[in-house]
């Protein structure tokens, strides 16, 4: 059972927009949230994560958005960039040293 | 900054073999988290320790295990390989402190002939 779900396998955005990726999770126990980005053949890179008890995080160009009720987050990158280009993983954790439980991705695509 | 460092990058191992794979942490991290992805997956969580002991366990097959040691960097041993263990393997880290960040290596490939 997939208790982390990303339901856009793929997003196209244009340069300059705002990109918004979601994430719905099922498990009410999950502490933590957070982003990674990643390429092929690389390491997850950390973006942002936010708290349970916080439904608003920002850091920079990305804003993470928690709403409890709905067991839903969102990620906004504003503006879109080239670079952003890559596949963007939503995990979840509880506290501690738990491990990440992770979406299956979304593969952002920035069109010039 | 200084990174997770993960060695060897990349590993070729016949079927039944055997293979450790080696993970060293941000410096001052005292936590270091294994996954495994396999193909167009994505990455599932094996195995955690925190000063050097093990903290959480995912998905680990009985064949693998894996310790911290003193200096805070761990291994996987992974014994009777079979051609399914093919993936990338990850190592994070991160600081008691701050659980809510685990910051990735740049993974072992691992590949079973």
């Known amino acids: 059972d997939q208790q982390v779900k990303q339901n856009s396998p793929s997003l196209s955005v244009q340069e300059g927009r705002i990109s918004i990726l979601n994430c719905d999770y099922t498990n009410s126990m999950f502490d933590y949230f957070l982003w990674y980005k990643k390429y092929p053949a690389e390491g997850p890179t950390f973006l942002i994560s936010i708290s349970s008890i916080k439904d608003k995080n920002e850091d920079g160009r990305f804003t993470v958005f928690l709403n409890k009720s709905a067991k839903h987050l969102s990620l906004h990158i504003v503006p879109s960039q080239p670079g952003d280009s890559a596949v963007y993983f939503c995990a979840a954790k509880g506290g501690g040293a738990d491990g990440l439980t992770f979406g299956k991705g979304t593969h952002l695509i920035i069109q010039p | 900054a200084a990174g997770v460092i993960q060695s060897p990058r990349h590993l070729i191992k016949e079927k039944r073999e055997t293979a450790t794979l080696k993970c060293y942490p941000i410096?001052?991290?005292?936590?270091v988290y294994w996954y495994q992805q396999g193909p167009g997956q994505d990455p599932q969580f094996l195995i955690s320790?925190?000063?050097?002991?093990?903290?959480d366990k995912g998905s680990i097959p009985d064949r693998f295990s894996a310790q911290q040691f003193s200096d805070y960097h761990s291994e996987l041993n992974m014994s009777s390989l079979e051609l399914g263990d093919s993936a990338l393997y990850f190592c994070?880290?991160?600081?008691?402190?701050?659980?809510?960040?685990?910051?990735f290596g740049p993974g072992t490939r691992l590949t079973v002939l």
């Open positions: 994070a880290s991160s600081r008691a402190e701050t659980t809510d960040t685990q910051y």
């Open positions: 320790f925190y000063e050097k002991m093990q903290s």
């Open positions: 410096p001052r991290h005292d936590t």
